[in-house]
């Protein structure tokens, strides 16, 4: 049901960037809700990570699964019990970069009556890795309608993800791989009954979207496809701040619905779960060294107390202690 | 508003803004053409002298598009089939697929032409790495 809403939802919006695209809307969608959607994902995301910046974290909290750092003869596990700024560094390069959390994934089943079994579960990894990755080289790709002497690293990618020369327009790699990884990712959550059972519509609405962005791209690079040069005239008034309105109706309603779902997800993005973008590098379970043995972390809302010392007592209470026949510390 | 770690966040934020932005400052300063492919070929000229009017193989809305798909099912018909005959949509005239000598016999121009909007979307099409480009002299 809840899958269900959100691709309805999904739908809506498509049915919307259509109804506008023909309705003669297309200053507002190729224009004005563009700019909006990069301010607010902009903005939004300082916004954010500002707030978050503003929580104090008095202790140390990371969770580790190796040896911390002990006695000399005791081998420390350096990636997964950081002690200092490197390990840390390189934990989360591992985190960032290759999901080293999601590696560690199982499956939990029930077998000869009660006992239990835990077994590797490594597609939710394989799915996670292939779909950021691809995501990133499609973003990456699309610089080329954003810069005029394209970037070689640019180009470079853009060769890279086509060397299989399929067709004309030549196959993207990563266009299969993240439509699959996308795809993958959704029956995972709907065949598994755990995954299911914890699953909100943020967590549909969001696959829903991303995946209606990579279909009506690719719909439009290899199926009913549209004028890219009008496409790029546009995108480059766009970042010269000086809109060109007359490459507006030249362009298909597919181009539009496309750039919808993206404003869309721009939008959406400092208020939802994908602000984990900025959140894996804030998270105080993983950036910090695991040094509590051996350094004082002092809580930043410490007040000074008054503390009332065993000696300040004695010093109160001696007479009468030697008098009812008590152990004092001082004569 | 106190921020903790705030030096760490600020590096972080800006490094955010660097990539977010970054369409936005890499274009300034730099010249924005527009690409403008010219057809004043002379084959094209005579052309339009004996037809009244400039026309390619399809229209000009299909081949701004598809133009790409169409050299492909052209090349798969000639290597696969051995079949050269095209009948289009726009003529009742039977064309030779032959990017050499049917396309480029008008379109003899390719660096005004092909070039032009291949160099603005940054496209390498790799049509050229086998079959031979016209001469052309460079005029300037």
């Known amino acids: 049901m809840r899958a269900l809403i959100s691709l309805v939802a999904v739908l809506l919006l498509v049915a919307v960037a ?135 690293p640019v180009q470079m990618l853009e060769g890279l993800d086509s060397f299989l020369q399929i067709g004309a327009p030549i196959l993207y790699i990563t266009d ?92 959406y993005f400092p208020f939802s779960k994908l602000v984990h973008m900025a959140g894996v590098f804030m998270s105080p379970t993983r950036n910090l060294a695991a040094n509590n043995r051996w350094k004082r972390h002092i809580n930043p809302w410490n007040y000074p107390v008054h503390v009332h010392t065993y000696e300040e007592y004695e010093n109160d209470f001696r007479a009468k202690m030697k008098e009812a026949g008590l152990p004092v510390e001082k004569e | 508003m106190k921020l903790y770690d705030g030096g760490k966040i600020f590096i972080g934020l800006i490094i955010f803004v660097a990539f977010a932005a970054f369409p936005f400052y890499f274009n300034v300063g730099k010249v924005n053409a527009k690409p403008e492919p010219k057809t004043d070929t002379p084959a094209i000229q005579e052309w339009e002298k004996q037809n009244g009017k400039k026309q390619c193989v399809e229209s000009k809305e299909f081949m701004r598009t598809e133009h790409m798909q169409l050299l492909n099912n052209w090349r798969d018909s000639v290597v696969r089939d051995g079949n050269r005959g095209y009948m289009s949509d726009a003529h009742t005239k039977r064309f030779n697929m032959s990017l050499q000598n049917e396309c480029m016999r008008c379109h003899s121009n390719k660096k005004k032409f092909c070039d032009e909007c291949h160099n603005y979307m940054a496209v390498k099409p790799y049509c050229f790495d086998c079959h031979i480009a016209p001469k052309e002299e460079e005029k300037s």
């Open chain 1, 176 to 267: 299969v791989i993240f439509l699959a990884a996308v795809t993958g990712l959704f029956i995972r959550r709907v065949m598994l009954p755990q995954v299911r059972y914890i699953s909100l519509m943020a967590d549909y609405f969001p696959l829903f979207l991303i995946l209606g962005i990579g279909v009506t791209g690719v719909m439009m690079r290899y199926l009913t496809k549209t004028d890219i040069l009008s496409v790029k005239i546009l995108t480059m008034s766009l970042v010269r701040f000086s809109p060109d309105a007359s490459v507006l109706g030249q362009i298909g309603v597919l181009f539009y619905i496309h750039l919808f779902l993206i404003s869309v997800l721009f939008l």
């Open chain 1, 18 to 152: 259509y109804g506008m695209a023909e309705a003669n809307m297309r200053f507002l969608l190729g224009v004005v809700i563009p700019y909006a959607a990069v301010a607010v994902f902009i903005f939004g995301m300082i916004a954010r990570v500002l707030k978050w910046g503003s929580s104090p974290v008095p202790f140390r909290i990371p969770t580790t699964c190796g040896q911390q750092k002990s006695l000399p003869w005791i081998k420390q596990s350096k990636l997964e019990s950081p002690s200092g700024t490197m390990g840390v560094l390189g934990r989360m390069a591992l985190e960032v970069f290759f999901f080293r959390s999601l590696f560690r994934n199982l499956k939990m089943q029930r077998y000869e009556g009660n006992q239990l079994a835990y077994g590797e579960a490594k597609w939710l990894w394989l799915a996670g890795l292939a779909f950021h990755w691809t995501f990133l080289v499609i973003l990456l790709r699309h610089l080329r309608f954003f810069t005029l002497a394209v970037p070689v």
